[in-house]
């Protein structure tokens, strides 16, 4: 059975989708399509999974990497549950720290960091500034100075490890343009000693994301327990905290299942890892270093707490293809036009019997890589058809456009029988004024 708040369920003689306790096609009729639906049992059940690892009052803890979903709502419910934040950008700060994340447990990771937002970062007390260019850390210094401050710093080093993820989204490669390369790290940690308004905090490693095998993980904590040794056996330099980044992959097909729903594209895939792998495997390589250390799932704790809902427009063939045109589109969702990504389609309510076709579900943006997936088997869809786009929780919203001038679409968070809107539905009027 799968481990999800998202469920057929068979009431009225029709199976039908639920997130919790809501019927999803009912929250189509109040709200509108497209729309994003979020289970906040799912998000608790998937932040108190890695919380678990830790022992009550462990030094050790748990981030969210903010970038994955940055709804205001959302990052109360996961700074009320104690996790740390990742953030990437000034606004990204300003918001976990509306949101009531410890500034003690906030990182700012990213290459292009202004001075504004360096600043910013360093009143607010947050942990640490990871470190992505000697340029960097000398602006880090010259700007701490200048507010009579040391600035708390982590360097993100760069491994050279290969993360078996899709070139978008590997980060830890030499020619990725983020971190400095363990052959330069030395000399950054050098630099970073021997500036006066520089703290040493730690060490940041992020290799990508999406990652479904422990290997690069292992490799990746592995070289970075030598480089410590070595730091402090050379240099004399000893590392307190090791940020261990995230990129914890997620399953994105079958996310739901009902006899109805043969889906031959619905392969099976290797299981990907669990939380307790990952502990067994990393946990004990991090520890050896004596150094206390955190890690960053974004992805891992929110993708498969949400849903796109969408309704079918058209439906057409021609030579070659059946197409579903839905009013979500690639500025709903731009992850299968970006990378190829996969989402499992699966529509609001089923009939058995209903024969399967295989489509391009498509949307209405003028665009030919506006397609949500290709070569899909469905049961047979109508016009006015409800479709729900699974595991859709992270890096949707966050990277929704306006192109060819379209709205974004509102939020709703779902508790029990209970639902509310936390984001309402954008207004053209607002756009366009």
């Known amino acids: 059975m799968n481990d999800t708040t998202f469920l057929y369920k068979d009431t009225s003689g029709n199976p039908a989708l639920y997130c919790e ?33 830790f022992a009550e ?57 202004t001075d504004e937002e360096i600043t910013l970062a360093l009143r607010s007390g947050i942990f640490a500034i990871d470190i992505e260019s000697i340029q960097e850390l000398s602006v880090v210094n010259d700007i701490a100075a200048s507010l009579g401050m040391k600035a708390s710093i982590c360097i993100r080093v760069n491994p050279h490890i290969d993360a078996k993820t899709h070139p978008y989204i590997s980060t830890g490669l030499s020619h990725n343009k983020f971190g400095i390369p363990f052959e330069n790290a030395f000399e950054a940690y050098l630099l970073a000693h021997s500036l006066s308004h520089i703290e040493i905090s730690g060490i940041h490693c992020h290799i990508g994301s999406q990652i479904t095998t422990l290997e690069p993980f292992i490799e990746s904590a592995e070289s970075i327990a030598q480089f410590i040794s070595e730091l402090k056996i050379k240099e004399g330099i000893e590392i307190r905290h090791i940020n261990f980044g995230g990129g914890i992959g997620v399953k994105y097909h079958s996310s739901v299942s009902h006899k109805f729903l043969d889906d031959k594209t619905e392969t099976p895939l290797p299981p990907i890892f669990t939380e307790k792998d990952f502990q067994d495997a990393i946990f004990p390589i991090l520890s050896g270093t004596g150094c206390t250390f955190n890690f960053e799932p974004g ?7 949400g849903v796109l809902l969408a309704k079918t427009l058209y439906t057409k ?29 699966a529509p609001l ?14 949307g209405p943006v003028c665009e030919s890589t506006d397609f949500l997936a290709q070569d899909r088997s469905l049961p047979k869809m109508e016009r006015g058809d409800l479709l ?44 366009i004024a």
Do not use: W
């Open 21 to 53: 306790d809501v019927l999803l096609a009912g929250l189509a009729a109040k709200f509108g399509t497209p729309l994003y639906v979020y289970s906040k049992a799912q998000i608790l059940r998937n932040i108190r999974k890695f919380k678990s690892l």
């Open 57 to 113: 009052g462990d030094s050790n803890y748990v981030s969210y990497a903010i970038k994955a979903n940055s709804n205001p709502e959302i990052l109360t419910i996961l700074a009320g549950e104690g996790a740390g934040a990742s953030v990437v950008s000034g606004g990204e700060l300003r918001a976990a720290l509306k949101a009531g994340f410890d500034p003690k447990k906030i990182t700012f990771d990213g290459p292009g960091k």
């Open 299 to 305: 992805r891992a704790i929110i993708a498969d707490a």
């Open 317 to 345: 063939s021609n030579m070659e293809k059946h197409f579903v045109i839905i009013d979500a589109s690639m500025t709903d969702l731009i992850r299968p036009s970006l990378y190829h990504a996969y989402h499992q389609i």
């Open 349 to 362: 309510s089923l009939t058995k019997g209903t024969p399967l076709v295989t489509y391009d579900v498509v």
């Open 388 to 431: 729900a786009i699974l595991s859709t929780g992270a890096y949707s919203y966050v990277l929704a456009s306006n192109y060819n001038l379209r709205t974004r679409a509102a939020e709703v968070l779902v508790e029990g029988n209970s639902y509310r809107i936390i984001r309402k539905r954008e207004r053209i009027e607002d756009i």
